[in-house]
Every structure is written in C-alpha cells, then in structure tokens.
C-alpha cells in the first residue's frame, strides 16, 4: 500500500470514528445541598410535556437481523476490494453502518406506528394539566415538601412514554433537574419507570389490541407515583448504590440482562442505577440474586475464583 | 543429483505435514441420549476451565503496521473490553449441578478449575477428547465429567487494512462437553456462540450499550449450557 492511501485511509479512518461518536447523555449529579434545600424551602413541580412526540416507541432490533445486515455491510465491503483502496473507502465509508442503518430506519418507521394509537389516545387529553397535578400530588406522596410561598425550588421534569418492545407496557422517561432560585441546578437525573401492562382484558379475557384510556391513564399514574418515589429516594440517598452487577429479569414476556448498580427497591418494584447514569425501576423480581449461597450448597462445593 | 533429490523430499514432507493439518477433523456436536438421563447411578463432576480474559479482536485483512495503526485508535475501546467481569460465569456449574440434581442424576461441582491443557494429549479420534483425563475420575470420585470451557471472551472489530468494516461486536463462546474419564469418551459436546451486538450507539461515553450487549452474551451463553439440562 502506497502511504499516500495509507494516509487517506488513515484519515477517513480517523473522520468516521469522529462522526460515530455520539452526543454525550446528560451527566446525572446530586448536589447535598439538594435535600436541604427541599426541607428549608420545598419545591415547586414544573412538568414540561414536549409540543410534539410525547408518545414513541423503542426500536426493535434483534441479535440475528442485526448481524445479518453486518454481514450484508462485510459483503458489500468484500466485494468493493476489486475497486482499489480509493473504491474501497469510498464503499466502506457508505456501508459500515449501512446495513445497521437500514435496519435502524426501518425499525424507526415500525416504532413511529406502533406509538401512533397510544399518542392519539392520550393526544385528546388535557395532558399539561393533568400531568401536572398527578407530578405535584406524587411528589408530595413521595415525601418532598411542597413550595408554600415564591422562594423555592424549582423541580423541572420532561415527561416522555416509550412503548417498550413488548408494545403491552411502556417506559415513562424522566428528566428531572432541581434548580434553586436563582435557577442553578442542584440535581439533574433522568428516572425511567417501566409500567405494568396497559392492555385492556378484551371479551372472554382476550387482549383485543385495543386501548382504554381509563387503564393507560391509570397506568401512567402509577409510573408517575413510583418515578417520584425514585427521586426522593435518590435524593435522600445521594445516589449511593450497591456493586455493579448484571441484573436479569423477565418483564412481560421479555428477557432484560441489563448491567446495573441496585438501589434499595420497594413496593413491588426493582430500582437500579444503570451503566449510562439514568435510575430505573421495573415491577419485577430480580432473577438468581438471593439463591446463589443456596445453589452452591446444593452443587456440594463453593464456586472458585477464575 | 543427491542434493536435488533431497530437496524434493523435504518439499514433499513439507507439504504432507502441511495437507495433515489441514485435514485434522472437527468434532461435530453430540447430543445427549436417553440412556445419559436414565442412568442415574454415575458421579458426575461439573468444573469450569480457565476464562479466557476479555479482549477486542482486531481481525480482517491488515498488515503489521495498519494493525499497530488500529490497535491505537482502539486503545480506549480495547481497555474497556479488558474491564469486563466474567464473574456470571462462576456460579454456572453450580447451576448445572443443581438442574441434573432436580433430574434426580447424581452430581456435584469440582471446586477446581479444571485447564485441559494441562493434561496428556491423546490420538485425535471423532468422539473422543483428545487428552487423558483419567486422573480426575480418582482425585474428585467422579464417573463423569462435565467440562463447561469458555474460549472466547469480548468483542470483535473487522478491517481492511485501516478501515473498519464493522462495529464492535460482543462475543462469548466455548464448549460444554461430558466425557467419561476412563477412555475420554464424548457422552455430548456442544460448541457455542453468542455475538451481541450493542442496541443503540457503541461509543457512548463509558460504551455502556457496548458493555450490557456484552453481559447479554455472557447470559446468553449461560441459557445455551442450561438449556440442555433443562429439557
């Protein structure tokens, strides 16, 4: 290979590594003032419901499908060799995310339907205030003083609901901040609350696909309640959390293996702190947490340090 | 004449050795029969090998110098890799033993890690192991030995020359088999594979897609060994 290719591989190299690199997650801190600040002032719940898309779906990509566009990326690849280095960067440069980014935009289309029942029904309700007086009772449920006069803080929370894969149960996504007043934040966290099924009992107990609004909403509600819990919960804690470990959990039907650090769960749900710094809550027990000194006693021997 | 003559021996030593590699068969997977689950009376030990540390495999079609150019730009990625835990592997044993105990079958876990390569290799046969194992029979009581050995551990990341191919992917694979220690006998053996790749971006900071798809393989691999215990 010549270095002048060399070079211009290197640097497309460079520049498509540099395009990859997506925009970082907003970083969750808690300041120890925070709590304090509630308890002396008290807070003020200011839920921004977004103008447009409160209502998506996750994208469903599996294992297999996945791999196969890689392969269909490598094919193409492998056949641009005959190309020379040049045709070959140029190919590569289209097609190492080509076949993911096919397979990415059609599951964004999938997800996009999928979400469009759900975003109509609840598009016809008085959503703001609704979500706003539900924030404001969750909070004060959760144990976080109320705001009685204009000196207080301000909790600032952007609601979304993400129908989870399933498409029977969602995951309502919280960004949360707390600011003080003169508006500096004191704890910015994103809290995701997965919801039982909302599937309606059908005629003779058959999931009919379709939705009531009755059973969404009071699903919703029970996601807001619990992701209150979450914030009072963390903010009193300061965040402090167990070893990273590898939680398993079968949530309607689906399988989650998700890498986790968990906090101290209640009321029927598991709360943990993810690897990207966003705190989760699913109703579901962990699998094979609490039986590993019964399983060793059963296999007759202590498992050995690899 | 006789230095020629010479020449086209080694020539042709060289290139038997070499079709003799290349013709070295591939032990096929054996399933296990009804006999294994209805023969209750047998001892059988289930250890683990030695886990192979996580590590990012740059592989495709690269030079001395375009690998040493990658493995820079992978540099970060590659530390990441090398941090994955393979402690969810640890209890599987244990796992195992206690779904062939609820089959009413007499097991129990060998405490030690078990590296096949330490033993005596043996003549290569389909449906053998290629070691002799016969020690293990006396050292733990065992009438049969159940060997779950991760080879693969981490993710992968094609190239040609400097140019990546691919996103990183994680991999984990390896190889349960039962074996009968007396004449290294395969009562089953099961090769197996799991390539996660990330949902969502790879390169968040922290790779932290990168890091559940690669614990959704290891779990992955755990559901194949159980899998075949579970039946």
Known sequence: ????????????????????????????????????????????????????????????????????????????????????????????????????ATLERNARDEARKDAQPMAALIGGQPLDTRLQARYRQASIGAGLR?????????????????????????????????????????????????????????????????????????????????????????????????????????????????RGQLLSSTDGYTRYRSLDGAVRSAPVQLEGTHNVPLLQQIAGAPAVQP | ???????????????????????????????????????????????????????LALIGNQGLLELAINKGINSKLSDQVSAWELHDLETLPDEVVASLKAKGLNAKRIPDLIDLTKFKETEKREGYLARNISELQSRYGVDRVLLISYTTTGAFRSYYSVVPTSVPTPQVGGIGMLVDPKDSRLVWYKPFAVVQPAQGEWDQPGYSNLSNAFYQAVDGSRQQVLSAFNK
């Open chain 1, 146 to 258: 109320p705001a009685t006069n204009a000196i207080a803080g301000r909790l600032l929370i952007r609601p979304n609901i993400i129908l989870e894969a399933d498409r029977g149960s969602f995951r309502l996504f919280n960004e949360v901040e707390l600011q003080d007043i003169a508006g500096s934040a004191l704890y910015h966290a994103r809290i995701e609350v997965i919801s039982q099924s909302f599937r309606r009992c059908g005629v003779g107990c058959v999931d009919d696909g379709e939705l009531d609004l009755n059973k969404v909403m009071e699903v919703l509600d029970g996601c807001i309640d619990e992701s209150m819990k979450v914030l009072a919960q963390d903010i009193q804690t300061q965040g402090v959390a167990g070893k990273e470990q590898t939680l398993r959990y079968v949530l309607n039907g689906q399988r989650h293996v998700e």
């Open chain 1, 1 to 100: 290979m010549s270095p002048k290719y060399l070079l211009a591989a290197l640097g497309l190299s460079l520049a498509l590594a540099g395009c990859a690199q997506s925009s970082a997650p907003s970083r969750s801190f808690n300041d120890p003032l925070a709590l304090r600040y509630i308890n002396d002032h008290g807070v003020l719940v200011d839920v921004q419901v977004p103008a447009k898309d409160l209502v998506t779906a996750s994208m469903i990509i599996d294992a297999k499908t996945a791999l196969t566009a890689q392969q269909t990326s490598q094919n193409v690849v492998n056949a641009a060799r005959g190309t020379g280095l040049a045709g070959l960067l140029v190919v590569s440069a289209l097609s190492t995310q080509m076949g993911s």
């Open chain 2, 1 to 55: 004449m006789l230095l020629r003559t010479a020449r086209h021996c080694l020539a042709l030593v060289l290139l038997f050795a070499t079709l003799s590699g290349c013709s070295s068969f591939v032990q096929k997977p054996i399933d296990l029969d009804a006999q294994f689950w209805n023969d209750k009376s047998p001892v059988i030990g289930v250890a683990l090998s030695p886990l192979p540390p996580p590590q």
